[in-house]
């Protein structure tokens, strides 16, 4: 049997397969390219180009793809054959430079916010060096970026590059004032955790619900769900074991650096969490492993629900944001070290993150905004809307004293006792974790949980290097005037705590006081819904500083708000067609049915000189409520044509969170009130119980 160590990145053209098929030259001249952003040349590219070519036709490839990630929050990609005519008939296997380099999708056909017409086709992709291709399903992918014909980003790699240089640029400032002159560059790393659901294929596709729209529009709560908490960390079902065993060997060919799986909260919940990896690469490598989860999964006869909140009434899923920084020389500038309180480095890091998040909030709260995860923030298993930062006792303990100018004495570390001597002794954690908090310290990294399974990684990950950017900037241009160093950077950090304090939070997320406290005590945004968060994205501190740090130009973040919204209306008007679609098609005929059956059995009775109370009971139930399915329905129905006829992507979103969402909600509840009165055998698709323990 083949090692796991043989076949890891077999599928990747990466720094092994480099180093073995480019000439010395070739290969430090496209290493300058991805450190230093050197410019490529062609025929630097046309060597890579034959090497890529030669190794991939050698793995069974065929065609090579531009792979980029447009605003629809998926991949795209176009196939093109490495064949080219000779002379004699035959075709030869050809890939040159420029084609390596460039390819030319339809920039028209893909979400731009106004900044292509339709008449106005012509886009870009170009080849991003930073991120290895990689060979899938005989095709050779090219990561690249996705540009305009004017130069605009229509899509989610370039800010993501542009935010990650901003953050080098100014972090390389700050730490040269340190006499860091060896480190030559630094990046933010990320690893972030996957969750996800499982159900069998079977009952997935006679949900009209899963299948257009990726969650559950209608269904009654089980006798029993996540209660018990005896899925959580639970014996993983076999057919899961053997799903979770095909995937990561699959993610493991592409290089992909999966790590950890297990049963999360809900019944048919799982998760994958990765290693660490440079936040670009990290990007790619999560969204293929969410297109790979829905691969493997077909195969075992199952589908992967990647929906924020598939099922109502047990834990939706996100997409944990593990994010730190570190330095090319191995640095990593959030761990606080044995002595935090004497690290100043790492406290100026500190603070300037605790900055940032406080002043763009409203930005990292835009940056996961969607229709899908409006469903999951602030339920039980996700944090709340408010962002806040949890540092835990020790770091909370240590700007306290900064704050105040007195003396932080170290607490010794405890030593954990079990009360069993064949068990071993080791030390706590110098804090705990906190699953409620939106954004929360976690030893040398920070994990920003608010990210729903669904989304690109990206846009959170620009927005948090682009806010941290911004800070370390201020504090660059501060500390560079100073006379006296170590007297301004104390002077720095002392100020920077007492302005920004507010934004930490140690307690209880979910508390209800907390939310309360944050907005009306601190000043805190509670930003519940996408309509509520987007408008943040155009406001001026906001563009100026993203302008500033040049992640974005006007005109690509005003085309993103529209995108956005548009999105978000889009998702939930098909939503409401939905439902009217099964409650019009399936649940009222499938209701009536059953309603006449049982006024047969009644009538029988009857005749029998039997009174049948049971059934006209019943009978008054079902026609209750078919009466209302069928109004509510109507009234869902007449809301979508209002909805759709205003055409201001504002106005229409607003109108989508205040009037269409309350009414696809009475209209659930109409039809789960049924259900749960219908006998099993009439109803007309698979229940929450069928699916949600559907998995063996």
């Excluded at 070739?26 to 630097?44: A, N, R």
């Excluded at 999708?105 to 339709?118: C, E, I, N």
């Excluded at 989610?156 to 060896?182: H, I, W, Y």
Aim: charged residues 25%; proline residues 4%; glycine residues 6%.
């Amino acid at each position: 049997m083949t090692s796991v160590p043989d076949y890891f990145g077999c599928m990747v053209f990466d720094e092994r397969v480099m180093k073995a098929r480019l000439s010395a030259d070739v290969y430090y001249s496209l290493k300058q390219t991805i450190k230093k952003g050197k410019q490529l040349d062609l025929s630097v590219a046309n060597a890579v180009a034959a090497a890529m070519r030669d190794w991939a036709v050698e793995k069974g490839a065929t065609h090579f793809t531009h792979w980029f990630q447009p605003l629809t929050g998926i991949t795209a990609e176009k196939h093109d054959s490495f064949i080219s005519p000779s002379p004699d008939g035959s075709v030869i296997m050809d890939f040159s430079g420029k084609e390596l380099i460039k390819g030319e999708p339809d920039a028209s056909s893909f979400p731009s916010g106004g900044l292509r017409a339709t008449f106005e086709a012509r886009g870009y992709t170009a080849w991003d060096p930073t991120s290895y291709a990689f060979i899938k399903d005989g095709t050779l992918y090219i990561p690249t970026a996705f540009c305009s014909y004017g130069g605009e980003a229509l899509d989610k790699k370039t800010p993501l590059l542009r935010s990650m240089e901003a953050l080098n640029r100014q972090a390389l400032r700050v730490l040269k004032l340190f006499g860091n002159e060896d480190v030559k560059r630094v990046s933010t790393s990320v690893g972030p955790e996957q969750e996800y659901f499982l159900v069998p294929k079977a009952m997935y596709e006679q949900r009209k619900d899963l299948i257009y729209t990726g969650r559950t529009l209608f269904g009654a709560k089980p006798p029993k769900g996540q209660e018990l908490s005896d899925h959580y960390f639970g014996s993983i079902a076999p057919k899961v074991a053997e799903y979770m065993a095909d995937l990561d060997k699959e993610l493991w060919k592409l290089g992909i650096l999966a790590k950890t799986k297990h049963n999360e909260v809900a019944p048919a919940q799982h998760e994958l969490a990765p290693i660490y990896t440079t936040t670009n690469r990290a990007t790619d490598h999560n969204q293929l492993t969410m297109e790979i989860m829905q691969k493997v999964a077909a195969k075992h006869g199952l589908v992967c629900l990647l929906h924020e909140k598939p099922f109502a009434g047990v834990n939706g899923s996100g997409k944990h944001n593990n994010w730190s920084i570190s330095t090319d020389t191995g640095m990593n500038l959030l761990s606080p070290g044995d002595t935090p309180y004497e690290n100043a480095q790492f406290l100026l890091f500190l603070v300037a993150v605790l900055k940032a998040v406080d002043k763009y909030q409203d930005l990292l709260r835009t940056s996961v905004a969607t229709a899908g995860n409006d469903h999951r923030l602030g339920a039980n298993e996700a944090p709340p809307a408010v962002v806040s930062v949890f540092l835990g006792d020790e770091l909370t303990g240590i700007l306290e004293a900064i704050g105040k100018e007195k003396p932080y004495s170290a607490h010794e570390k405890t030593v954990m006792k079990l009360g069993v001597h064949a068990l071993p002794r080791f030390t706590r954690d110098t804090t705990d974790r906190n699953r409620t908090s939106p954004f929360a310290f976690t030893g040398n990294k920070f994990e920003f949980r608010m990210l729903g399974s669904s989304n690109s990684i990206a846009c959170a990950n620009i927005m948090l290097n682009a806010s941290v950017a911004s800070v370390l900037e201020e504090f660059a241009d501060r500390l560079e005037k100073a006379k006296n160093f170590n007297t301004a950077l104390y002077n720095l950090i002392k100020t920077t705590i007492a302005e920004h304090k507010r934004i930490i939070f140690n307690g209880n997320g979910y508390d209800d006081a907390w939310i309360k406290e944050a907005v009306e005590k601190r000043g805190l945004l509670n930003l519940k819904t996408t309509p509520d968060a987007m408008p943040s994205l155009l406001l001026k501190k906001n563009m100026d500083m993203l302008i500033g740090q040049g992640v974005f130009s006007k005109a690509e973040l005003v085309s993103r708000y529209e995108i956005m919204l548009e999105n978000y209306c889009k998702t939930v008007i098909i939503e409401a067609n939905t439902m009217v679609d099964m409650a019009r098609k399936e649940i009222l005929p499938a209701v009536e049915t059953y309603i006449a059956d049982l006024a047969g059995t009644a009538c029988e009775k009857d005749a029998c000189g039997i009174k049948p109370v049971f059934e006209k009971k019943l009978l008054k139930q079902l026609s209750e409520y078919t009466e209302e399915i069928d109004s509510r329905t109507d009234a869902l129905e007449k809301l979508v044509g209002k909805v759709h006829d205003v055409s201001d992507v504002t106005k229409c979103a607003q109108k989508i969170r205040d009037e269409l969402i309350p009414a696809m909600d009475v209209l659930r509840k109409a039809a789960d009130g049924a259900e749960q009165v219908t006998a099993a055998k009439y109803w007309p698709f698979p229940t929450y119980g069928d699916l949600l323990f559907g998995v063996k």
